[in-house]
């Protein structure tokens, strides 16, 4: 069983930063690949980034390569996405996720959940 919560997220100008971070409960948290999602008012939530268990490979959805970077800290069970350049079409919930299996752009390969911070860039 792993527990996740987000936090990071907020209100931010267009062209700034914000860094969101997971912090993971359970000991085995090394063992497994993280996601970022979001979700925008009104519409599906969609895959942002993932990273495997190791923290060695890495994925990024278009709308976000280059801006946008995940990592890891096993030692302190907490995954981060680092969030720079944003725009007003960044606005969403922002939810991590972890998967016993590869990591993956498919949000139903997760097992587990947070419960989503909020990111807000304003133009």
């Known amino acids: 069983q792993v527990q996740l919560v987000e936090s990071g997220g907020g209100l931010v100008q267009a062209g700034g930063s914000l860094r969101l971070s997971c912090a993971a409960s359970?000991?085995?948290?090394?063992?497994?690949?993280m996601g970022w999602f979001r979700q925008a008012p009104g519409k599906e939530r969609k895959f942002v980034s993932a990273?495997?268990?190791?923290?060695?490979?890495?994925y990024y959805a278009d709308s976000v390569k280059g801006r946008f970077t995940i990592s890891r800290d096993n030692a302190k069970n907490t995954v981060h996405l680092q969030m720079n350049s944003l725009t007003p079409e960044d606005t969403a919930v922002y939810y991590c996720a972890a998967t016993g299996g590869y990591y993956s752009v498919n949000e139903n390969n997760y097992e587990y959940w947070g419960q989503g911070t909020q990111v807000t860039v304003s133009s």
């Open positions: 990273i495997s268990w190791s923290g060695g490979n890495t």
């Open positions: 359970g000991r085995t948290f090394s063992s497994y690949a």
